[in-house]
């Protein structure tokens, strides 16, 4: 049965491969990426549905959701793919690196997973 799926930093690398294989397992697929180009090619290659997301901002996650739904249907599967880090060491990060990593990955899965 098709479903429909938004997949979070899905305009390459891994979170492209993830978006590749559920089109090629028959859903339907939205491509949000903050890399909008990229992401308009990999839904064009699949022929699902790109929307601009920066998963920082709750504004752009409630808008990047209520447009895949408006163009595909309900979202029934969520890949929170989208995440950073940068390879120090630890005595060497401050609070705004802590700040940054906890905002990609952790606060923009909650973020996602609440819309």
Same mark, same amino acid.
């Given at each position: ?31 949000? $990426? ?16 790109a ?33 950073? $880090?940068e ?16 905002e ?12």
């Amino acid at each position: 049965m098709s479903r429909v799926a938004l997949v979070t930093g899905s305009a390459r690398g891994i979170g492209r491969a993830i978006a590749l294989a559920l089109a090629a397992d028959g859903h339907r697929v939205t491509v949000a $990426d903050i890399l909008d180009e990229e992401a308009q090619r990999t839904a064009a290659e699949i022929g699902g549905h790109a929307v601009h997301l920066d998963v920082t901002e709750t504004a752009q996650v409630q808008k990047a959701i209520a447009e895949a739904e408006k163009t595909l249907g309900p979202v029934e599967i969520l890949v929170n793919n989208a995440g950073w $880090d940068e390879f120090r060491q630890f005595v060497d990060s401050d609070e705004a690196f802590w700040d940054r990593v906890i905002e990609l990955n952790f606060k923009a899965c909650l973020r996602t997973c609440r819309h």
